[in-house]
């Protein structure tokens, strides 16, 4: 064979060499980025998601005998709340009020998320027999508090309490503070240090005891680390309250409950021409009590058109430079009764 005909011989078995070459290593990548996406798009992660939730008109879910519904919305506001989302998903981190967090800063690693979701469903229900009683305190009817017992059902993986506190322990106080609640074992912790000691008074097995127990940060505040349950006897109120809210859950809405039952018993105490949306936890005293996602609550307010926003004073820096709505720190429902212009009893 002459060199003229073995040269294009040689390039052309070159050129497919190379081009084969070039296939094999654009299929490699192709390999690569499908597993890439399949990870990124459904490989879950210890991530969650906090996101603005919905603000819930209360004169659409709540229900007071023989009380007309207001005309003016009160909301209840919430939060939507996504756990270990894929890498993907966490992209949605960059929008306006999103917080990105470990899931075991608000799931305790012993729960399971269905388990999750019941604790949080009892907490709604409390809160909604709290609210009641107060608002109609409040209203000038005679209503006695309800007896109640706190007892601790389990622990989180992280809880240095399990070593000291045991299963159906009934707290009775923390550091002097009465327990009648797992709310009044929130406020009782608010002031505590994450991983200091505290002085819990209880009963175990008919026996009253006191002992050293150590807290535990979770999430933003100082916590037991432990499951606490609180058994109410049915509280009874003069006039009957209906709730028909079944897609939310937490302890929240308590405060928001409390204003609207009360402005249904007293039509003319609130002065209240504006939407009002606010969030709250709200305890037999009327305290009201810290919560979490308050910049995702006060999204949910503003786009609902709400015009003031009645926040916990534990939260009040958080939104308190929000724009377009209103933000007012309150302790107790009496001041969130004030802020709206209530009239005495």
Avoid: C
């Avoid at 919905?54 to 005998?65: P, T, Y």
């Avoid at 907490?123 to 706190?150: C, N």
């Avoid at 209880?202 to 606490?228: N, S």
């Amino acid at each position: 064979m002459s060199e003229r005909k073995a040269a294009p011989a040689a390039r052309n078995w070159y050129n497919s060499r190379v081009r084969l070459a070039l296939a094999r290593n654009r299929f490699r990548l192709y390999v690569v980025a499908a597993v890439l996406a399949a990870v990124a798009s459904f490989v879950p992660t210890p991530f969650s998601l906090m996101l603005p939730g919905r603000a819930v008109d209360l004169r659409q879910v709540v229900s007071v005998e023989g009380r007309a519904t207001p005309s003016t919305p009160f909301f209840l506001t919430d939060v939507r709340f996504a756990s270990h989302v894929t890498p993907l998903q966490l992209v949605a981190g960059i929008l306006p009020g999103a917080s990105i967090f470990r899931t075991r800063q608000i799931v305790p690693g012993s729960m399971t998320a269905v388990e999750y979701e019941g604790v949080e469903r009892e907490a709604m229900s409390e809160s909604q027999s709290i609210a009641a009683v107060v608002a109609e305190r409040a209203a000038g009817l005679k209503v006695p508090y309800p007896r109640s017992r706190v007892l601790v059902v389990y622990f989180s993986p992280s809880s240095r309490a399990s070593h000291v506190l045991k299963p159906l322990d009934m707290l009775v106080a923390l550091n002097g503070h009465p327990i009648a609640s797992n709310t009044d074992v929130i406020h009782a912790l608010a002031g505590v240090r994450p991983g200091s000691m505290v002085r819990m008074s209880l009963i175990r097995h008919g026996v009253e005891m006191t002992l050293g127990v150590p807290t535990i940060r979770y999430g933003d505040r100082t916590a037991l680390g432990a499951y606490l349950t609180t058994i109410y006897q049915r509280p009874h109120i003069p006039v009957a309250v209906a709730f028909h809210l079944p897609d939310v859950s937490g302890s929240s809405g308590g405060l928001m409950f409390a204003l609207d039952i009360y402005r249904r018993l007293r039509p003319h105490a609130l002065h209240v021409t504006q939407p009002v949306a606010g969030t709250g936890t709200i305890a037999y005293d009327g305290s009201i009590g810290p919560i979490e996602g308050a910049s995702q609550k006060v999204i949910a307010a503003r786009r609902a058109g709400a015009k003031i926003f009645l926040v916990p004073k534990e939260n009040y820096q958080e939104v308190k430079g929000t724009r377009g709505i209103r933000v007012i720190s309150v302790s107790t429902f009496r001041q969130a009764l004030k802020a709206l212009g209530a009239k005495k009893p």
